[in-house]
Each structure stands twice: as structure tokens, then as C-alpha cells.
């Protein structure tokens, strides 16, 4: 049994700055790629970021050059720094765990972006 708990999401104006934060616990295996996912309002969950437990990253155009996905695999723990925010990044982000044929979703964690 794998949980990923997802925080550091909430209100920031455009322009601003959150990082979220997932911790992984359970069976999560060596080799291993961890994502963060958006869901907006009214739209499918679609892919924001990856990386791979060698520190390999993946990133969606609309987010290339503002967020940054990164990972601790001391503390099993995957973080994405989102900058210059901007009101289309609204939405529930989810964190992601793919270890060979097995895929774990965490709960989410909202992120709401005002100009």
C-alpha cells in the first residue's frame, strides 16, 4: 500500500509563488517516477511535471521556465516551486507515483491563483 499526501497549496495572487510538497509512504520501490498533475475546473487532470528517482524531469510547455519539480528520495518526498503564477494554474493538483505497472494518486491540493 502506497499513500502520497500532497501540501502547500491555497490563495496566492498572479505573479506569486507556492511550493507543494507529497510525501510518499508505503512500498514505493527503488526506481520510480513521481508527477504532479492539474485538474482545473471543468477539465481532464493533465500532466504538469515528472521525475524519475535518477532526477530525470519532465515538463508541460505552459509551465516550462516557471515551475520547478524536484525530489528528496531521502524523505520520499517530491516538491514542485511554482513561480509567476498565473490564474489558468488554478485548480487541484495531484500527486502522482508510477512504480513499473502500479499507479498511486494522492488526494490533492488546491491551488487558487487571483489577479
Known amino acids: 500500500q502506497v499513500q502520497l499526501v500532497e501540501s502547500g497549496g491555497g490563495l496566492v495572487q498572479a505573479g506569486g509563488s507556492l511550493r507543494l510538497s507529497c510525501a510518499a509512504s508505503g512500498s514505493i520501490g527503488r526506481f520510480n517516477t513521481m508527477g504532479w498533475y492539474l485538474q482545473a475546473p471543468g477539465k481532464q487532470r493533465d500532466l504538469v511535471a515528472t521525475?524519475?528517482?535518477?532526477?530525470?524531469?519532465n515538463y508541460a510547455d505552459s509551465v516550462k521556465g516557471r515551475f520547478t519539480i524536484s525530489r528528496d528520495n531521502a524523505k520520499n518526498t517530491v516538491y514542485l516551486q511554482m513561480n509567476s503564477l498565473k490564474p489558468e494554474d488554478t485548480g487541484v493538483y495531484y500527486c502522482?507515483?508510477?512504480?513499473?505497472?502500479?499507479?498511486?494518486w494522492g488526494r490533492g491540493t488546491q491551488v487558487t491563483v487571483f489577479s
Open positions: 502522482r507515483l508510477g512504480v513499473l505497472a502500479f499507479i498511486s
Open positions: 521525475i524519475t528517482s535518477g532526477g530525470s524531469a
